[in-house]
Structure formats: structure tokens, C-alpha cells
């Protein structure tokens, strides 16, 4: 951790250094463009060059994923002058690291034949990666500009629906056959030379590909060297369809501490493997929509987007949280007449509505991380809806309470205080209602629950609540 820390130190370091530069670069241009000299414009050329090359020197030293974060914290005119200076061969890996947004700009930057060059750089499944981000014409040359093998696994990639194991699989992994000894791997392996980064284990096949078992590096170092792969394989790996959600094999790495893992096909035959290094980037990944989806924006933004772009980005919730706010005010419109008798209610009326929110969205969390860990089964709901109701119930006495007291104190009126007690207690379990069944019914229709959850629970907790709320009101006072 503190590893980490210090590393991330040192990129804002880093990118600093990279912002004074352009900005020298920025004020050098500026004076010789103002100046009149003989050879003006060889001047101005050979002085411009010089922090341009120190930049260029600086990125060149750096890690493609330190460029991505470099690349992603500069306004989009630096970012341009910075995206221009690094090497081709780097252009690959860099889009890679990106975020989609800033990807986008800097591959409307691009030339067709620069998109091909940097791809010459990658594998097939970091091309199958890129390929979706790409103008279609200019996906389509980069397709026919590869060789048919290469081609063949991109397109394999390609033809898997998003969020599964076969979309995330690549095809850097090791095979060996059952029958043949660990000296004659051992020898196979030298001579191979050149080996996967996250290999930890060897796929053992037959010779139809079909996957048989798996030989840790560990136990091809350290056993007898004359005993088969088939004396010490493991005869019951852990491996992937396909089709599998990819959110269920990023738990099974996490739950079995997997570094690598093979990924067959439905005749139990050998076609990629997933690596932890894909697997964290999908957990990333996911994390972040997730994140952004609840407050509403409808893609990842780039921070230094245009205003145009990042508002029509912003637009959709904006419009649901107006429809909330409409349908919240017809209800209060509906007992106008009680408000105006009793000044006291348009004070209390946003804690019921707030209090309830709150409670909704602790319970909406604890759903969804339970519908991503796969905890939630028809044989546990009710046990765990009880549990909810009742935790929710609970805080509608004690804080209903706690604010009822507060009621009286400020009013001196015991009826109101009663309300607003029972309006707490009402609305807690209504939100707490809300928070069960919505993300479960979206993740039932093959919705992702993180997206909506909390706008129809905004909409329940405060309808309901200033419905319970000046309901109540309107009986009892």
C-alpha cells in the first residue's frame, strides 16, 4: 500500500513537470512569435523543438499506464501536443490504458494507417479490445490488415457478447501434452524461450485440444523430472465456458486466489484463458460504471470533455430527478390546505423524505453487493426481506422517536409529534420495500441494478413519505 502510495506521489511529480514544460513550451512561442529577427522561422522551429524533446525524453522513460494517466489529466489541447510525441510502437498499449472517453479524442487524431501501425504491437485480444472504440471503416481496414490466424482470433472475440469469459479471454497461455515427461516441458519451455506474464500454470490437453488438467509451475520445478505431467497434474482445474458470466469468474478469482485460468469451449475444448491482470481490469471497469451510473451519467466523461458533450451526457437524469421532483410536488399539492393550517409541517416534511431515502439506499447497497457475490437465493430472500423490515422497522421507532421528541420541543404539540413517529416508521419501511424488490426485479430483467435503483427510490421515499406524512396530518390534526 505504501508502494502504491509513493507511486502515485510520484505521477503527480511527473505530471507536473510535464505541465511546466508545456507551458514553457507555450510561453517560448509566444515571444519568438512576437519577435522580428532574420530567419525567423528556423528560430522559431529550433526553439520550440527544445522542450518538445525534453517531453518527448520524459515520456519515453515512462510506463504506457503512466502516460494514460498523464494523458488523461491534460486539457485536450495539451493533451494533443503530448499524444503527438509518443513513440508508435507505445501508441497501442497506451490507448489501451486509457479510459474510453479520452481514447475517443485521441483516436480522432488518428490516421487510419497510425490505428494499423499501432496495432502491429499488439495481440489478438488487446486488438479485440480496441476494435469496438474504432470508426467502423476504420475497424474494418485494421480487420483486413491482419493475417488470417490473427484475424480469426479477434473476430473469436469479438463474436462474445460483453460482460462474458469469452469477451475477456486472450491467447497467451502454454500447452502440454499428459504423456510426456517434466524434463522433456522443462526442455520445451527453454527452447519456447519467450513466456506468457501471468503464467502459473501449464494447460494440459489431448490431441483434440480438450482440456485435461492443469501443472503448476511449482510442481514442474520441484518434482522428479523423469515422472509424466500425468503423475502430477491437476486432474479437476478450475475452468470457464465461453459464456460464463464474467462477473462470476472475477468472483471465482477472487475466491480461489487464481492467477490464470483456461477458458473452453462447449465440447470441453481448449480456446483462451483468462488472466488476473484482465480480470482486475474488468473489476475496475464495472466498479466505475457502477459509480457513475448512480449519479446518473449515462457513459464515462472525460473530464476535460466539451460543454456540449458532457451536458447531453448529464441530460437523462435530469430529466428523471424533474419527473421525481413534479410527482413529489403534486403530492404536497394535494393537502395544500392542511400546510397552510399547520406552517409546522413544511419544516418536518423533509426529514421524513430524507430520513427514508437514506434508509433505502443503505438497503439497495447491501442488495446489489449481494446479487454481485451471488449470495441472494430463493431459499435465503425471505430470511434476509424479514431481516431488512425488521432493522428497518427498529430505526422508524428509535429515530421516529428521536425526531418526534424534536417536534415537540420546537411546537408543544403532542398529535404532531405522534405523526411525525408514525409518518418515520411508515416511510422506513416502505424505503426498506423499495431497496429489496427494485434492484431485484432490474437484475430480474436482465437490467443492471446500480442503474435506475436510486431514482425509483427517490420517487417512492419521498411520494410515499409526504403522502404518509400529511396524510397522517390531515386525520389526526
Given at each position: 500500500?505504501?508502494?502504491?502510495?509513493?507511486?502515485?506521489?510520484?505521477?503527480?511529480?511527473?505530471?507536473?513537470?510535464?505541465?511546466?514544460?508545456?507551458?514553457?513550451?507555450?510561453?517560448?512561442?509566444?515571444?519568438?512569435?512576437?519577435?522580428?529577427?532574420?530567419?525567423?522561422?528556423?528560430?522559431?522551429?529550433?526553439?520550440?523543438?527544445?522542450?518538445?524533446?525534453?517531453?518527448?525524453?520524459?515520456?519515453?522513460?515512462?510506463?504506457?499506464?503512466?502516460?494514460?494517466?498523464?494523458?488523461?489529466?491534460?486539457?485536450?489541447?495539451?493533451?494533443?501536443?503530448?499524444?503527438?510525441?509518443?513513440?508508435?510502437?507505445?501508441?497501442g498499449a497506451i490507448?489501451?490504458?486509457?479510459?474510453?472517453?479520452?481514447?475517443?479524442?485521441?483516436?480522432e487524431e488518428m490516421e487510419n494507417s497510425e490505428i494499423i501501425g499501432a496495432a502491429k504491437h499488439l495481440d489478438s485480444d488487446e486488438i479485440a479490445d480496441l476494435v469496438p472504440d474504432l470508426p467502423s471503416d476504420m475497424a474494418l481496414e485494421l480487420l483486413t490488415s491482419l493475417d488470417s490466424q490473427h484475424r480469426a482470433k479477434v473476430q473469436s472475440v469479438l463474436s462474445f457478447p460483453e460482460g462474458t469469459a469469452g469477451a475477456l479471454m486472450d491467447f497467451d497461455f502454454v500447452t502440454v501434452r499428459e504423456d510426456v515427461s517434466l524434463d522433456v516441458v522443462l526442455r520445451y519451455l527453454r527452447i519456447r524461450g519467450e513466456l506468457p506474464e501471468q503464467l502459473d500454470q501449464l494447460f494440459v490437453v489431448d490431441r483434440s485440444n480438450v482440456l485435461k488438467g492443469l501443472l503448476p509451475l511449482r510442481e514442474l520445478l520441484i518434482r522428479d523430472a523423469d515422472l509424466l505431467v500425468s503423475d502430477v497434474m491437476k486432474t479437476e482445474p478450475i475452468f470457464f465456458y465461453t459464456d460464463d458470466s464474467a462477473r462470476e469468474a472475477a468472483l471465482a478469482f477472487e475466491r480461489y486466489d487464481l492467477i490464470s485460468a483456461p477458458v473452453v469451449n462447449l465440447h470441453h475444448q481448449l480456446v483462451g484463458c483468462l488472466g488476473i491482470d484482465v480480470i482486475m481490469d474488468f473489476i475496475d471497469e464495472t466498479s466505475q460504471k457502477e459509480i457513475l451510473s448512480q449519479v446518473g451519467l449515462q457513459e464515462e466523461e472525460d473530464l476535460f470533455a466539451s460543454v456540449w458533450k458532457s451536458a447531453q451526457n448529464r441530460w437523462a437524469w435530469l430529466a428523471l430527478n424533474i419527473l421525481v421532483a413534479f410527482i413529489a410536488s403534486r403530492v404536497i399539492g394535494l393537502f395544500e390546505g392542511t400546510i397552510e393550517r399547520i406552517v409546522a409541517l413544511a419544516t418536518l416534511m423533509p426529514i421524513v423524505a430524507n430520513i427514508g431515502g437514506n434508509t433505502g439506499n443503505q438497503t439497495i447497497a447491501l442488495i446489489i453487493r449481494g446479487l454481485a457475490l451471488d449470495q441472494?437465493?430463493?431459499?435465503?430472500?425471505?430470511?434476509?426481506?424479514?431481516?431488512?423490515?425488521?432493522?428497518?422497522?427498529?430505526?422508524?421507532?428509535l429515530w421516529g422517536s428521536v425526531v418526534g421528541l424534536f417536534a415537540f420541543i420546537l411546537y408543544h404539540n403532542v398529535s404532531l409529534a405522534i405523526v411525525m413517529i408514525t409518518a418515520m416508521i411508515g416511510n422506513l419501511l416502505i424505503?426498506?420495500?423499495?431497496?429489496?424488490?427494485t434492484p431485484l426485479l432490474l437484475h430480474k430483467l436482465g437490467r443492471d441494478p446500480a442503474i435506475g435503483s436510486s431514482v425509483i427510490l427517490t420517487a417512492m421515499t419521498d411520494s410515499m413519505g409526504f403522502f404518509i406524512f400529511l396524510g397522517l396530518a390531515t386525520i389526526f390534526l
Open positions: 500500500m505504501q508502494h502504491e502510495l509513493k507511486h502515485q506521489k510520484n505521477l503527480q511529480v511527473v505530471l507536473e513537470q510535464v505541465l511546466d514544460l508545456l507551458k514553457k513550451q507555450q510561453l517560448v512561442e509566444s515571444l519568438v512569435h512576437k519577435q522580428a529577427m532574420p530567419r525567423h522561422d528556423l528560430v522559431q522551429s529550433l526553439v520550440e523543438r527544445q522542450h518538445l524533446v525534453e517531453l518527448q525524453k520524459k515520456l519515453e522513460r515512462l510506463h504506457p499506464a503512466d502516460v494514460a494517466f498523464i494523458l488523461e489529466n491534460l486539457p485536450l489541447a495539451q493533451r494533443k501536443i503530448v499524444w503527438n510525441l509518443v513513440k508508435v510502437e507505445n501508441d490507448l489501451l490504458e486509457v479510459s474510453d472517453a479520452v481514447r475517443e479524442t485521441l483516436i441472494i437465493h430463493p431459499n435465503n430472500f425471505w430470511r434476509m426481506l424479514y431481516k431488512e423490515v425488521a432493522v428497518s422497522f427498529l430505526n422508524g421507532i424505503a426498506s420495500l423499495v431497496g429489496v424488490f
